[in-house]
């Protein structure tokens, strides 16, 4: 089985990012996507991309925690660097307001830019959204059939799971959904289709059971996808064809060996 885990961030891995990619292909995971989320690391993630390609793509985009960080001139660098080969999306890019490290106007105006430079530039997009439903498929709306991608490590309602979904956005499941109180999430998963989801780390966040409590790495896809094909009623190796195929329909420029 290969997979591909759609969202992690190399560059904060205590393990070293060559370690972790080595670990990851022992896993079974082909590819990985390696998230910008402030102007601080975008160089970086760049990078990253670049020296490990084709095993690794990158995002560029700021995250809603880092709204007030979002300029004109870094929409420019956004903008010029979206055909890089290694860049497959705009992103991390949405609203927090469980956090709010940034008011809620900047986070807006970051985003509702971010997906301007999506739409202009034929680029999907990764979303983070949190406690931010109404605004986000509010804005969502406004780029309705010239904007698609993913709802990045999605933790939200099953109505937003309908909104999104019928917006055109895929859905992307983190280690979440093995937690003990994620019944809710366990539920909205089963009512995904399958065509319309795929698995991420979000590494080094949020580690799956059974590596709960640890450090996650990109490695640990394996666990959620395990635990989402049994939520699917689907092989393991059902699960993986299926969301390649889905990653690589929403991620065009990733290289695959088939």
Not at 179 to 198: G, M, W, Y
Not at 225 to 254: D, H, S, W
Request: a negative charge; charged letters at 25%; aromatic letters at 8%.
């Amino acid at each position: 089985m290969e997979w591909i885990d759609v969202h992690a961030h190399l560059d904060k891995l205590e393990e070293g990012v060559e370690v972790s990619i080595l670990n990851a292909k022992a896993a079974g995971v082909k590819r990985i996507i390696t998230i910008g989320t402030a102007p601080d690391d975008f160089e970086i993630v760049l990078d990253i991309a670049h020296k490990y390609f084709p095993e690794v793509y990158c995002t560029l985009g700021v995250h809603p925690h880092d709204g007030v960080s979002y300029t004109a001139q870094v929409g420019e660098f956004i903008s010029r660097h979206v055909a890089d080969p290694v860049v497959v999306a705009v992103g991390e890019i949405g609203l927090d307001y469980y956090y709010e490290q940034s008011p809620r106007a900047e986070q807006k105006e970051a985003f509702r830019a971010q997906l301007k430079i999506a739409q202009s530039s034929g680029m999907p997009v990764q979303i983070h959204t949190r406690d931010a439903d109404e605004d986000t498929v509010e804005i969502l709306k406004e780029f309705k059939g010239t904007v698609g991608g993913i709802i990045h490590c999605f933790t939200g309602t099953e109505l937003l799971a309908q909104q999104c979904l019928d917006l055109g956005y895929n859905i992307s499941i983190s280690g979440v959904v093995t937690f003990k109180n994620a019944e809710s999430l366990r539920a909205i998963v089963k009512s995904i289709p399958l065509d319309r989801l795929h698995v991420e780390t979000d590494s080094p966040f949020l580690a799956p059971v059974p590596m709960r409590g640890r450090k996650n790495t990109p490695a640990n896809v394996v666990h959620t996808a395990a635990f989402v094909a049994q939520l699917k009623g689907v092989t393991e190796k059902e699960l993986a064809e299926q969301t390649r195929l889905n990653a690589l329909q929403v991620f065009p420029k990733i290289k695959w060996d088939f």
